[in-house]
Nanobody, 126 residues
């Protein structure tokens, strides 16, 4: 059984930075692509970033490209999201997710993920 636990959220001023972590408990973390998604109040959950099982491929939403960086440490069973130059519109609950199938390249589609963390709140003040 897979468990995902996010941490690192908080309140930051516009232009600031945060690094989110997602700790993976379970088997075979290194064989799964991982993703980050976010959901703002009253809005649908949206894709933020994804990383392939090898870490060699990464994908980003246009809204965060150039500001956010996804990475993984397979030795620590952890995936990260470094967020720089944060904007008020980045305010949301951020959740990490595990792809359903092994050896994926990373996906922007919610339905390709079958395990989710509880989320961590990120609030960016103007």
């Amino acid at each position: 059984q897979v468990q995902l636990v996010e941490s690192g959220g908080g309140l930051v001023q516009a232009g600031g930075s945060l690094r989110l972590s997602c700790a993976f408990s379970g088997r075979a973390f290194s064989t799964y692509a991982m993703g980050w998604f976010r959901q703002a109040p009253g809005q649908e959950r949206e894709f933020v970033a994804a990383i392939s099982w090898t870490g060699g491929r990464t994908y980003y939403a246009d809204s965060v490209k150039g500001r956010f960086t996804i990475s993984r440490d397979n030795a620590k069973n952890t995936v990260y999201l470094q967020m720089n130059n944060l904007k008020p519109e980045d305010t949301a609950v951020y959740s990490c997710a595990k792809e359903r199938d092994n050896y994926g390249s990373g996906s922007q589609r919610l339905n390709d993920y079958n395990s989710w963390g509880q989320g961590t709140q990120v609030t960016v003040s103007s």
